[in-house]
């Protein structure tokens, strides 16, 4: 089904003006060029009130793209930390327990919300999975999408000024590889990791199918030494403007004071759950010998996709990363309803 000519124009704009941002990001060698610059140029327009919308259609085929370059980062060695991971893993649901003690008061004491949509607000879950169950408890849905989608945008903004600015991390910010040049069989094996990757997802009722699923297959292809393969520079840049631009549209229509305040709301609960992640970040340094910055990655409050790409751009253990992240979702989202119905009972 086509979309008619006044509904492509407002996605057609969004997508150049997230490619000018990615762009000028780029020109100007910021952290993350092409995803931050795409969300920063199209959340203005979206909160100043321009005609701009976000390709949601294509998402989830550009989801899949930065799944697959994500796999292709699980080398046969991974294999050799996993029982190391596995004792790191423990202390991943004390962080979270501990961001649940610290945001959902937060939200609920500073931000003055009811108890339930600070408890969904505050939770470190995916944004859809929050929304759909928060409202299923009573929730409201508004503050909750404002809080993680900010929190999102805080938590890579932040990140990345930090690995940049004073890690000295480039951070994304080198040349652009214009090359779309692959051997014939490494590409048919990436796309099939690609689309048998979605179906899989949905099969099997992954959290973020269309990113997991093909992660997962990708994953298993280079873990086996069959493929040692990456999508092409060009398209992950492109999958990352796509990105950012739907991220950045999603703020279209908000009213600047509801957004004013929920900022500030986000930017106070996306620092104290950073705090908490370098405290842990350092005991999983100490105890596990996991390096700090990789283990601030795993654990910040970020979307999936955004920190791997932030740990591939600094060389750090994707597989370590995007392995704690899904954990995080999965803790959280069969978690956080069960204990929302403990302390309603009680």
Same mark, same amino acid.
């Given at each position: 089904?086509?979309?008619?000519?006044?509904?492509?124009?407002?996605?057609?704009?969004?997508?150049?003006?997230?490619?000018?941002?990615?762009?000028?990001?780029?020109?100007?060698?910021?952290?993350?060029?092409?995803?931050?610059?795409?969300?920063?140029?199209?959340?203005?327009?979206?909160?100043?009130?321009?005609?701009?919308?976000?390709?949601?259609?294509?998402?989830?085929?550009?989801?899949?793209?930065?799944?697959?370059?994500?796999?292709?980062?699980?080398?046969?060695?991974?294999?050799?930390?996993?029982?190391?991971? +596995?004792?790191?893993?423990?202390?991943?649901?004390?962080?979270?327990?501990?961001?649940?003690?610290?945001?959902?008061?937060?939200?609920?004491? +500073?931000?003055?919300?009811?108890?339930?949509?600070?408890?969904?607000?505050?939770?470190?879950?995916?944004?859809?999975?929050?929304?759909?169950?928060?409202?299923?408890?009573?929730?409201?849905?508004?503050?909750?999408?404002?809080?993680?989608?900010?929190?999102?945008?805080?938590?890579?903004?932040?990140?990345?000024?930090?690995?940049?600015?004073?890690?000295?991390?480039?951070?994304?910010?080198?040349?652009?590889?214009?090359?779309?040049?692959?051997?014939?069989?490494?590409?048919?094996?990436?796309?099939? +990791?690609?689309?048998?990757?979605?179906?899989?997802?949905?099969?099997?009722?992954?959290?973020?199918?269309?990113?997991?699923?093909?992660?997962?297959?990708?994953?298993?292809?280079?873990?086996?030494?069959?493929?040692?393969?990456?999508?092409?520079?060009?398209?992950?840049?492109?999958?990352?403007?796509?990105?950012?631009?739907?991220?950045?549209?999603?703020?279209?229509?908000?009213?600047?004071?509801?957004?004013?305040?929920?900022?500030?709301?986000?930017?106070?609960?996306?620092?104290?759950?950073?705090?908490?992640?370098?405290?842990?970040?350092?005991?999983?340094?100490?105890?596990?010998?996991?390096?700090?910055?990789?283990?601030?990655?795993?654990?910040?409050?970020?979307?999936?996709?955004?920190?791997?790409?932030?740990?591939?751009?600094?060389?750090?253990?994707?597989?370590?990363?995007?392995?704690?992240?899904?954990?995080?979702?999965?803790?959280?989202?069969?978690?956080?309803?069960?204990?929302?119905?403990?302390?309603?009972?009680?």
């Amino acid at each position: 089904m086509t979309l008619p000519l006044s509904q492509l124009l407002p996605h057609a704009f969004g997508l150049a003006l997230g490619a000018a941002g990615g762009l000028t990001f780029w020109t100007l060698g910021l952290p993350l060029p092409w995803m931050l610059g795409a969300l920063t140029f199209t959340l203005i327009a979206a909160v100043c009130g321009a005609p701009v919308a976000g390709p949601n259609r294509i998402r989830p085929a550009v989801v899949a793209v930065i799944g697959v370059m994500l796999g292709a980062r699980f080398a046969p060695e991974v294999l050799g930390h996993v029982t190391l991971w +596995a004792g790191s893993l423990a202390l991943l649901v004390a962080y979270l327990v501990m961001v649940g003690l610290v945001v959902v008061p937060f939200y609920h004491f +500073a931000g003055r919300l009811d108890w339930p949509t600070a408890y969904f607000a505050g939770m470190p879950g995916g944004l859809t999975e929050m929304i759909e169950i928060g409202e299923a408890k009573g929730a409201k849905p508004e503050p909750i999408i404002l809080a993680h989608s900010l929190r999102i945008v805080i938590t890579i903004a932040l990140i990345a000024l930090w690995f940049r600015v004073v890690q000295g991390h480039s951070v994304g910010s080198g040349a652009v590889n214009l090359s779309l040049a692959m051997e014939w069989h490494e590409a048919a094996l990436l796309l099939s +990791a690609a689309l048998l990757g979605c179906l899989m997802g949905h099969a099997l009722r992954f959290p973020a199918p269309t990113f997991l699923g093909p992660l997962a297959l990708s994953a298993g292809l280079h873990l086996t030494g069959i493929s040692e393969a990456a999508p092409p520079g060009l398209l992950v840049n492109a999958a990352q403007i796509v990105l950012g631009t739907v991220l950045g549209c999603r703020f279209r229509g908000m009213a600047m004071g509801a957004l004013g305040r929920a900022a500030v709301l986000s930017i106070g609960s996306t620092v104290l759950s950073l705090a908490l992640a370098l405290v842990f970040a350092l005991a999983l340094s100490r105890w596990f010998g996991i390096g700090l910055e990789q283990g601030i990655l795993a654990l910040a409050p970020g979307g999936l996709t955004e920190m791997g790409l932030i740990a591939l751009a600094i060389h750090a253990d994707v597989a370590f990363v995007a392995l704690n992240h899904v954990v995080r979702i999965l803790v959280v989202i069969v978690a956080a309803p069960l204990v929302f119905t403990l302390l309603r009972r009680r």
